[in-house]
């Protein structure tokens, strides 16, 4: 059985209005190593000065030079990745990939429809750069189009699950310890994924135990969110949200199904941004 290492890229930050606060958002990018690959989950945000010139929100870092620095740290350039397994087109998922000219990028065939042609709320997420980087992918090697579940390679089974947008996957990777979903927007916070446990969130709701929380930003039905969460948990043995403060950095040295508190969770205290 090929076993992956897995570690957290974080290359930056949103900063996003959030009930008269502000919700600090970790931008995260998943480097996972195997047996001699290295693969990319998403490609992260451009450059947050693009992102505050284009939604009017602030943050820090993004685009090629923090992801260079993050992958430099684990003593890696930018030609050594030979996968980037984009979980979904959004813009603080799927930027970036021009510094990935050789690696081959694997998105789902809807996701790819739905970055064209998207559901009205989601056009300001689906960036040109993105849609024009996977167009200019002529190779078969640099593009590799999916549908539905998927074996990529040994130890790593990418889950179709629609919810957040039309072609979202969710990657289940094999480590030493079990099986790890790195769920991305499906519940980018650990809140989303336990609602009711006070670990997980200073505002546990008691109705939604055995259920999970959805997001606002979706292309599917509630019914259809909550079996996708049911699908990625009921296929792994811990789930990584996109962006909570308190994710694992290195996995499977770093494994809890849960933190152990909200410390850390950050997103619902008011920070004041300094200009
Ligand atoms: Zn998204």
Redesign the pocket.
Known sequence: MTHYRITSLRIGELHLPHGGGIMRDPIHCWLVRGEGVNLLVDSGMAEVATVTRRLKVNGTRGGHQALREELAKEGLKPEDIQYIILT?L?F??ADNLDLFPDACVVVQRAELMAAIDPVPSQRI?YWRSTIDNLLARKRPGQLRLVEGDTDLLPGIRLLYVPS??EGMQVPVIATAKGLVAIA??LGDHYRYWFPADPRATDRPQRSLTGAYLTGN?RSESERVWQAAMRRVQDSSDIVIPAHDFRIPVQIPEQWFAIPDSTDGDIAHHPFVETP
Do not use: E, G
């Open positions: 979904h959004h603080d998922h997420y957040h947008t991305s927007d930003i």
